[in-house]
DNA sequence: GCCGTTTTCGGCCCGACTGTTTTCAGTCG
């Protein structure tokens, strides 16, 4: 599907690359803004203009707001036309490597008339960048390797990947160093942003321990190159399973830890709107803490939650530090309250031996039994089509119903709800007849074929099927291998909220699909969400940490997830689907 | 280019580290 909002939002990335290149900081960092807000829209922003919100969105001025006028009506917008021209091609791409920042670019393009990369790379190494002054051979070999660096850090990793190293880095540095007092791992793994560049790792300690703590952490094993190293910070790269990532590790005092976990969680975006508001109020918050701009007097910093209570707001959840209306929120103490994944009552998409998962039922209710406090779980094979995972044909499901019924008799209720993930078809129909769907407790509806088309279509005719209680991860996509196939989610979401389906959470690290985006626009919609594992092994259960992490990210509230309820609770959220069908109910 | 219960003009977050300097500019997050 053509994607309006992700041009616009490419070309303001670029003017502002041109921009920084022309020096005029303020300019590039308003279409920096400008492209940002443009990316998590979650309606096409013709919508906007239509509508005309399109001047009521914060970051968007007169100047950007006919610039978007100007690329809907005619497909270009002349000011980036003439600014092209201005910055040779290959500067637009490299104004965004380490080592490379405008007046470096601008220095070499203009002492030593250098305009592609091929050449930049020949005069670093021919030693003509070398002789300019305020240049040397530390410089020429940094900018070298943030060549090469930029390969690494155009890949970023899935927050599971994320998470796990955040782990073992923290038992590492905790294990290894007594001195530390407190550590987290703050940035965009703290906020649990689908991707994540780099870890923010902040700890405290005395001052007199600060030269062991950065000795320790930039010699541990995983460490291929030390980038800098101070007595309060220190970057490293390290390489986990062959992937490399940076690794930043700040020091601070214990007064100052509240403020320093607010600076490097960010987003970016926040913390320049929190200071706004700081400033506005006579205050300065850095990362050491809050302040009285006249004074300098602390007057907060050793919490989050004095931080922002200093600027007059309640404590936000990282997951809502974006600037997308959290502060805003804040201020009305009017936050939402966040689904935990304590209140997680149940998984809804769970494979078994029958299809493609690895375990057996009976193993997976003993392992989910002992190791979470699930009040049900429901089995949800593939149906037929499904070859190559053995999808179950209505015989086979029959069997696996008795299957279920037995061992429910075993544990004694019935813990194990009966269930299939049946294929959506090419033409919207099911895989399976509405008879066989009646007789299950819960119905997950997926598209698994057909990847290069928009499936719109095919998906609301399914959630038109009174049977069909979710759509199973909706887009298809995976994280850094393939992007999902088109779907129009506002129309999804309408037929969401008119047939009564529910729409699926997908914990799958790669998948988390559908994204935060379309849970804040279901969620605005009142439509309701499951968050399940799509577990295939006993593993995978662990992943609706990640699942309840998007939905927080989504702004959803325990009501709004259906599996917190009870199984009563989903019964009457089936029974009302069907009831609106005429169809017979449980 | 955006924004405003101290502003419609004059600000725009701010501190750490590095490299090239010899007191600081550039870059980064």
């Not at 203009?110 to 040397?136: C, H, N, P, Q, Y």
């Not at 062959?242 to 509240?258: A, C, H």
């Not at 998007?550 to 309820?565: F, H, M, Q, S, V």
Request: glycine share 6%.
């Amino acid at each position: 599907m053509y994607n309006i909002n992700r041009d616009l939002a490419n070309i303001f990335k670029k003017m502002a690359a041109i921009y920084e290149f022309l020096d005029d900081r303020f300019r590039a960092m308003a279409y920096q803004r400008a492209a940002h807000i443009i990316e998590d829209l979650p309606e096409d922003i013709r919508n906007y203009i239509v509508s005309g919100k399109l001047y009521m969105i914060r970051g968007i001025g007169p100047s950007i707001a006919s610039k978007i006028e100007e690329y809907v009506k005619t497909g270009k917008i002349q000011k980036f036309e003439e600014l092209k021209k201005q910055v040779p091609e290959d500067f637009i791409e490299l104004i965004d490597l380490p080592g490379f920042g405008p007046k470096t670019l601008k220095k070499i393009h203009d002492e030593l008339g250098i305009s592609t990369k091929e050449e930049l790379v020949k005069a670093l190494k021919d030693g003509r960048v070398e002789k300019l002054e305020g240049f040397g051979p530390k410089k020429v070999e940094n900018m070298l390797k943030g060549l090469q660096m930029y390969e690494i850090s155009k890949r970023r990793i899935i927050l599971w990947e994320a998470l796990q190293i955040s782990e073992y880095l923290k038992e590492k540095l905790k294990s290894g160093l007594k001195e530390i007092k407190k550590i987290e791992v703050a940035g965009s793994v703290r906020r649990r942003k689908e991707t994540i560049g780099d870890i923010d790792i902040l700890v405290t300690a005395e001052d007199k321990y600060r030269s062991k703590i950065m000795d320790f952490f930039t010699s541990i094993e995983e460490v291929s190159e030390v980038l800098v190293k101070g007595p309060k910070k220190s970057s490293v790269i390290m390489k986990f399973e062959g992937k490399e990532r940076q690794v930043d590790l700040r020091i601070f005092n214990d007064d100052e830890w509240g403020a320093a976990l607010q600076y490097f969680t960010g987003s970016k975006q926040h913390n320049v709107h929190l200071r706004e508001i700081a400033k506005e109020k006579g205050l300065k918050i850095n990362e050491y803490g809050v302040f009285d701009a006249k004074t300098d007097k602390k007057i907060a910093g050793e919490t989050e939650e004095s931080v922002y209570q200093s600027v007059g707001l309640k404590w936000i959840p990282p997951e809502l530090r974006e600037d997308r209306g959290e502060i805003e929120a804040s201020m009305r103490d009017a936050l939402p309250d966040l689904v935990e994944l304590k209140d997680i009552k149940g998984d809804l998409h769970v494979h078994s031996t029958w299809s493609d998962g690895v375990v057996s039922i009976k193993e997976i209710i003993d392992f989910v039994k002992k190791k979470y406090r699930y009040d049900y779980i429901a089995i949800t094979d593939h149906s037929k089509s499904q070859r190559v995972a053995h999808g179950l044909d209505e015989g086979r499901l029959l069997e696996e119903i008795n299957e279920i019924k037995l061992l429910n008799k075993m544990i004694g209720f019935d813990f194990v709800k009966t269930g299939i993930e049946v294929d959506i078809l090419l033409d919207g129909s099911l895989d399976l007849p509405d008879d066989v769907l009646s007789k299950l407790d819960w119905v997950v509806a997926s598209v698994h074929s057909h990847f290069n088309r928009d499936n719109t279509d095919r998906i609301i005719k399914a959630m038109e099927n009174p049977y069909v209680n979710v759509i199973g991860h909706m887009t298809g996509r995976l994280i850094g291998l393939r992007e999902g196939y088109p779907v129009d989610m506002n129309a999804v979401i309408k037929a969401a909220k008119e047939t009564g389906t529910a729409l699926e959470i997908n914990a799958q690290p790669r998948r988390m699909d559908i994204d935060e985006i379309w849970i804040r626009k279901a969620v605005e919609e009142g439509v309701k969400l499951v968050i399940s594992t799509d577990a295939h092994n006993l593993g995978n259960f662990a992943f609706m940490e990640i699942g309840v992490y998007i939905a927080r990210r989504g702004w959803a509230e325990k009501k709004d997830i259906l599996n917190t309820g009870s199984w009563k609770d989903i019964q009457r959220f089936i029974t009302e689907k069907r009831k609106r069908f005429g169809v017979k109910y449980v």
